[in-house]
């Protein structure tokens, strides 16, 4: 996919962004978000992915530089956060950060009754978005009752209520077992293949290289490298110089194109799995 051809619903131009205590949070910082891809954003914690992400939604402002939707400067009064934060969904790291309702529903509905939607509209709403997450049946639990993972979808439910255009998510790995990762990547692609852009951060690069459709790289708080995928097997030196590891399957691949085992069609597996299966075809033919 070549991302320059299409749209940027999304922009940082070269915002710069310090804290009271003076340690920086971004470094004329520069980024485009395609409309309707996926993006990982990889860093060193304090590499300023998070801080990125809050002036996505205008929670935090620019010191200098801009940052742009759907081609617009943000508009930074209370009517242009509010229209910016229905279309902008922000998942924090932490679903304990963002649920603080008694129940379920309740947590979900918050968002779409402060677009001041009819009931209706509303309940609506929340069925969809729980159905997407795959929480109906836990829809008059107490919030306080749920595992981590659990509330980690509901907060996702919560930011799908509102109908958002982009759906922003911080480290929505972390603290999952390996199931429910598997069923948060299902929820994620599925909202993709609906047309949603979503921006993940995460450190995990074997993740970011199997599902996203590129990855950006921070380092000090300054937007320091972006690869479409396809790219990334060419860029493995470079991966390695920040610190930030290789794919696994990627350097397998480089492995088996060297030594001249396999070199035909290996290279466009983005995980161990589906190069396993490219690999066990082409042995059964020999």
């Given amino acids: 996919?070549?991302?320059?051809?299409?749209?940027?619903?999304?922009?940082?131009q070269d915002v710069s962004f310090r804290y009271p205590d003076g340690s920086v949070g971004l470094d004329r910082c520069s980024i485009s978000i395609p409309r309707g891809t996926r993006v990982a954003l990889l860093g060193a914690n304090g590499a300023g992915k998070t801080t990125l992400f809050l002036h996505l939604n205008g929670i935090l402002r620019p010191q200098s530089g801009t940052v742009l939707f759907g081609g617009v400067p943000l508009?930074?009064?209370?009517?242009?956060?509010?229209?910016?934060?229905?279309?902008?969904?922000?998942?924090?790291?932490?679903?304990?950060s963002q649920l603080f309702s008694a129940s379920v529903r309740e947590d979900v509905s918050f968002g779409p009754l402060n677009l001041g939607l009819d009931n209706e509209t509303v309940r609506s709403r929340v069925e969809e978005a729980l159905h997407a997450v795959g929480m109906t049946a836990y829809a008059d639990k107490p919030v306080h009752n749920l595992s981590y993972g659990q509330k980690k979808r509901v907060c996702i439910a919560g930011v799908l209520a509102m109908r958002p255009k982009v759906l922003i998510l911080d480290e929505p790995m972390a603290g999952l077992d390996v199931a429910m990762q598997v069923e948060l990547t299902h929820i994620l692609d599925q909202l993709h293949t609906e047309g949603m852009t979503i921006v993940i951060a995460t450190h995990d690069m074997d993740f970011a290289y199997q599902w996203a459709d590129s990855i950006t790289v921070m380092v000090n708080g300054g937007c320091a490298a972006n690869w479409d995928v396809e790219s990334i097997p060419e860029a493995l030196t470079e991966l390695a110089a920040y610190g930030l590891g290789m794919p696994k399957v990627a350097e397998l691949q480089r492995v088996l194109a060297i030594g001249r085992i396999w070199d035909d069609d290996i290279s466009s597996a983005r995980s161990h799995q589906a190069l396993i299966k490219k690999l066990t075809v082409a042995t059964a033919s020999i």
């Fill in 75 to 96: 508009d930074y009064s209370r009517h242009g956060l509010h229209t910016l934060r229905s279309r902008i969904g922000l998942v924090f790291q932490n679903p304990d």
């Fill in 1 to 12: 996919m070549n991302q320059q051809l299409i749209e940027p619903v999304l922009e940082l």
